[in-house]
């Protein structure tokens, strides 16, 4: 059992990471405070420049990076545009270590294949409904790298059905079958 807690845990650690970095990704919120456009389009340029002056963006990272992704990240930092500026700027290593934007299904044709991870469709407020089915052997033969891999990838699906006035999704971790816990 001893495998399964530091499996859990590794879980655990790459699922609050994502989530982290989701809840930046997907929350299409405006930004609501009392700024005019004009000063919120100065910070969101500061940012900008602060990337691109630390090292140039990449035409992927550009897209990913645009007006509403840095307005994301400038109001989950209170407007402060050097701490918006690195955490998005962490948020574009993870994505590059991780290889967010070479991911592609053919890598995950036997989780797919056997439902382990899909998008299930769109709930009564349209958001969209991501179903992962724990499995309790995963870990045994992929890493842990391939696993958040696959949760990623996933998620990324989801997100680009969301529409637009869409703000949230909503994700279901199934282990209802695969999963059997010892009490002591």
């Not at 059992?1 to 929350?27: G, R, Y």
């Not at 420049?49 to 550009?62: D, F, V, Y």
């Not at 307005?71 to 948020?91: H, S």
Request: glycine share 4%; with cysteine.
């Amino acid at each position: 059992m001893l495998l399964f807690e530091v499996t859990l845990h590794n879980l655990c650690s790459s699922l609050c990471f994502i989530f982290f970095h989701l809840k930046k990704m997907v929350n299409k919120d405006h930004n609501s405070s009392s700024d005019s456009p004009q000063i919120e389009k100065n910070r969101i340029q500061a940012v900008l420049h602060i990337l691109r002056k630390t090292s140039p963006l990449t035409l992927k990272q550009e897209k990913f990076c645009n007006e509403a992704c840095v307005r994301r990240f400038l109001k989950a930092k209170g407007e402060n545009v050097k701490k918006a500026a690195k955490q998005l700027r962490g948020c574009l290593s993870w994505r590059d270590n991780l290889g967010v934007d070479e991911l592609i299904a053919d890598e995950f044709s036997g989780e797919i294949a056997e439902g382990m991870a899909y998008v299930a469709g769109h709930d009564d407020q349209s958001r969209p409904v991501v179903i992962f089915r724990i499995k309790q052997d995963y870990l045994k033969f992929r890493s842990q790298k391939q696993f958040t891999r696959l949760l990623v990838f996933t998620l990324e699906v989801a997100i680009q059905t969301m529409a637009k006035s869409v703000e949230q999704l909503v994700v279901l971790f199934d282990a209802s079958k695969s999963l059997t816990l010892e009490y002591k």
